[in-house]
């Protein structure tokens, strides 16, 4: 293409590669920018972000509170170091695609002092929360999504000790701002129930979750206590999917992705379809479901599957009163990651789900796939209130949060960000 | 549409990229060869910072003759920058992604002129 006028030589600022020890803020900085379009929303909530534990192994690990398993990991820890008790295979784990997407490898950026300016963990997550514009993020684990699968069961419920007292005993009370879930060993039902009457009252602790990828049918009568016990502090039960490449039908599946398509959808369409067909939203009316992280268009999927097959099959589902369906209507669900190829599909999704009620923002970060919170105000068949709902207004009713802003304005991030690259 | 002078074309490596903010305007300039390209660094996907990724060959499948696959290999040709927030891939030559050729980075003109790397800003409101 020709070019009109003189060139002249004019100041501009080199941007770097975005790598592996980006800091935060330079990774997402266009978020911030389109921070800019929902800065006058009232809240904006973020209800699954993800701790990469493996930076800060070491300090969970010096919580357990078996002195066998503590012994082991120390053990392991200093002869390989890597992530000791945890069943994952780290020579299968693809997420960042070669490098392709580095904030899934991380975080190696460079922190300031925590003597001054806290946890690292909360150093970082304070740059994510002010550059994508968020009042709260829910934290989870990474790693500990696959202990469901772990065949030492002492392993979840002593991991799972020690996770809740790292957040709560070293990293929640640093921020208001970074709230997380209990995790359940639900391996072992009485241990959650410990957990449940010991975070229960927690503030900051504001639900509990299943991680999904486990074959325990969730309506067994050994979880009903439970249920009973988590309905009774009016906090959720939050099932997060994930991958598992060894599940029998999975190691048909010869790419990564196409492992990842099904499998984070493959583990909440079991519980899911166990939570129903035995009716356990009629035991339980007032416990509050969220289903987390297996994206959306599998929620239509199940409903038209489910109802039809009640309707011819009653006998098998005796319990329930109402369609499958319309027990899914009130449930809730995470937003990402959220398929955006076909926004005719899209919308009807959101119309068969209640999207406007029921849908919760979340990104997913550090994550390969996380959606930034421009992921929801830029669907075009939404309006404005119902992108308030999601992004976070929901979220403060499922989550119990004061609809209260926290968050620094966007153009005050953006000017601190312009100084510190002065 | 002032022109802007970004660079020596000698200083990029081949292949190789600069990505430059200009007042709020942010292009990646990229060299293969004798070639300069340039595009806004904003992804057609979400917005993300698509110049400033990983430079890599485009993966393609070997299908043989007799419609075997030998494996994934390297493609010699082409070339694609991938945006780090998602990993979507553009060839650099042509800006659009491999798969589905509609999404495409927007492109800025470039040229070279005296050994300086030149290119047009549009215009800022």
């Known amino acids: 293409m020709p070019l009109e006028t003189p060139p002249r030589a004019e100041s501009f600022r080199e941007l770097p590669e975005i790598t592996v020890a980006s800091d935060t803020r330079d990774y997402l900085a266009h978020a911030a920018k389109q921070a800019l379009k929902y800065d006058d929303y009232e809240l904006i909530v973020d209800i699954d972000a993800h701790l990469q534990e493996g930076g800060f192994w070491g300090e969970i690990i010096g919580l357990l509170e078996n002195d066998v398993l503590k012994q082991t990991a120390e053990e392991m820890m200093r002869g390989r170091g890597g992530m000791p008790l945890i069943n994952m295979q780290p020579g299968m784990s693809f997420q960042s695609l070669a490098g392709r997407v580095p904030h899934q490898s991380g975080p190696t950026e460079p922190t300031d002092d925590p003597a ?6 909360v150093q970082i997550v304070r740059r994510t929360i002010d550059t994508m514009g968020l009042d709260y993020q829910v934290i989870f684990p990474t790693s500990m999504l696959h202990l469901g699968m772990n065949p030492m069961e002492d392993i979840e419920i002593y991991l799972a000790r020690a996770y809740c007292r790292w957040l709560t005993e070293i990293i929640l009370p640093q921020d208001k701002r970074i709230i997380a879930l209990a995790y359940l060993p639900f391996n072992t039902p009485s241990e959650c129930e410990k957990l449940v009457k010991q975070y229960g009252d927690n503030p900051q602790i504001v639900g509990f979750t299943v991680c999904a990828v486990r074959h325990k049918p969730v309506h067994a009568n050994q979880y009903m206590r439970l249920y009973s016990m988590i309905e009774e502090t009016g906090k959720p039960l939050v099932f997060h999917a994930g991958p598992h490449w060894d599940d029998p039908s999975f190691t048909q599946l010869n790419r990564f992705i196409s492992m990842h398509a099904l499998s984070f959808v493959h583990y909440n369409l079991i519980h899911m379809t166990n939570w129903v067909i035995n009716a356990l939203p009629e035991r339980f009316p007032k416990l509050k479901t969220v289903w ?16 039809h097959e009640v309707m011819m099959r009653q006998s098998e589902a005796p319990g329930l009163k109402r369609l499958p369906s319309d027990y899914m209507r009130e449930m809730y669900y995470s937003s990402q990651p959220m398929e955006r190829q076909n926004l005719a599909l899209l919308e009807a999704t959101f119309k068969a789900m209640n999207a406007e009620t029921q849908l919760l923002y979340s990104s997913d970060w550090p994550h390969w796939d996380f959606d930034p919170p421009s992921s929801v105000t830029t669907l075009p068949f939404l309006s404005d209130q119902a992108k308030r709902n999601i992004l976070g207004l929901n979220a403060a009713r499922v989550f119990n949060l004061p609809v209260k802003r926290l968050r620094p304005r966007a153009a005050e991030v953006l000017a601190r960000e312009a100084e510190r690259h002065r | 549409m002032p022109d802007v002078i970004v660079g020596k074309a000698s200083d990029f490596k081949d292949p190789g990229r600069k990505v430059v903010d200009i007042s709020g305007t ?4 990229f060299r293969l060869g004798d070639d300069f390209f340039a595009y806004h660094n904003i992804c057609p996907h979400l917005d993300g910072p698509a110049c400033q990724g990983k430079i890599l060959p485009c993966a393609t499948e070997d299908v043989q003759a007799d419609r075997t696959s030998a494996g994934r290999v390297y493609s010699k040709t082409q070339t694609n920058v991938i945006c780090p927030w998602h990993g979507f891939e553009f060839d650099i030559r042509t800006g659009r992604h491999p798969t589905d050729a509609s999404v495409r980075l927007r492109p800025v003109p470039v040229k070279v002129l005296n050994g300086d790397v030149l290119v047009s800003v549009p215009n800022r409101s």
Request: hydrophobic share 50%.
């Open chain 1, 116 to 121: 001054k300016a806290g946890h690292r963990f």
């Open chain 1, 292 to 307: 987390v992280e297996s994206g959306l268009a599998w929620i239509p999927f199940l409903m038209q599957r489910l109802d």
């Open chain 2, 26 to 29: 942010e292009i990646g300039v």
